[in-house]
């Protein structure tokens, strides 16, 4: 069965570093999403892509967050100038057409920490 | 805003016991319902989920759900629990446009 994939499995990062965090969503698949997860809180929704622009994205996901498709398969997520705050689970996510109802598949995520 | 609640966020049961997890969620319109299960070591995995029809939902490993519309509610059953069962469960709610909302998650420690 197809599944999501994300890499690293863990970044650690210095404060102030840039970090990119990749996707490679189900080959079919449209739509993509991130969520995050801060430890020992609710996952959070992040961002929604659709033909190569953000279609929705959460107050989180301000000037310091960016998305890309920089080629047919992958799908990253890129923090320009990271926070200790920014320290969290990562997990992308995809679904075919992006109706409300339809399941969003979810990759292993990435654990990043920011020192 | 939409949100939603889970009402216990530890559980722990011994095998063949029943398992109720509660979930209430917020919003007065049309929504969709998941329960997404993530097992230790593995991504979130699609329990059930509810759009339209029968409120009664069935998914895989013999869970169900049921929307109760009038009480904002879908919560998690299974008459039997296994130790394989073991495992973090969450609701989210899907209302309006793609986003998932998820309420905090319930751990759940099935002893044998």
């Known amino acids: 069965e197809p599944e999501v994939t994300q890499t690293p499995s863990h970044q650690v990062t210095q404060m102030g570093q840039e970090v990119i965090l990749r996707c490679v969503p189900i080959?079919?698949?449209?739509?993509f999403y991130w969520y995050r997860q801060i430890l020992g809180q609710k996952v959070e929704f992040l961002v929604s892509?659709?033909?190569?622009?953000?279609?929705?994205k959460s107050e989180i996901f301000d000037d310091q967050f960016s998305v890309e498709r920089p080629d047919g398969s992958n799908f990253t997520l890129k923090i320009r100038s990271t926070k200790l705050e920014d320290s969290a689970m990562y997990f992308c996510?995809?679904?075919?057409?992006?109706?409300?109802?339809?399941?969003?598949?979810f990759g292993p995520g990435t654990r990043l920490t920011v020192l | 805003a939409q949100s939603v609640s889970q009402h216990n966020h530890h559980v722990i049961l011994s095998e063949a016991a029943s398992l109720e997890l509660g979930c209430n969620y917020s919003?007065?319109?049309?929504?969709?319902l998941f329960w997404y299960v993530q097992y230790p070591g593995q991504h979130l995995q699609l329990l059930l989920k509810?759009?339209?029809?029968?409120?009664l939902v069935k998914g895989i490993k013999g869970f169900e759900a049921e929307f109760i519309k009038s009480k904002f509610s879908f919560n998690l059953r299974k008459p039997s629990v296994q130790w394989s069962d073991t495992a973090e469960y969450f609701c989210?709610?899907?209302?309006?446009?793609?986003?998932?909302?998820f309420g905090a998650g319930t751990i759940l420690r099935v002893k044998s």
């Open positions: 996510a995809s679904n075919p057409g992006g109706r409300a109802g339809d399941t969003q598949y």
């Open positions: 080959s079919n698949h449209l739509y």
């Open positions: 919003y007065g319109g049309t929504v969709n």
């Open positions: 989210a709610v899907n209302a309006r446009g793609n986003k998932l909302v």
């Open positions: 509810y759009f339209s029809g029968d409120p």
């Open positions: 892509f659709y033909n190569n622009e953000i279609s929705e």
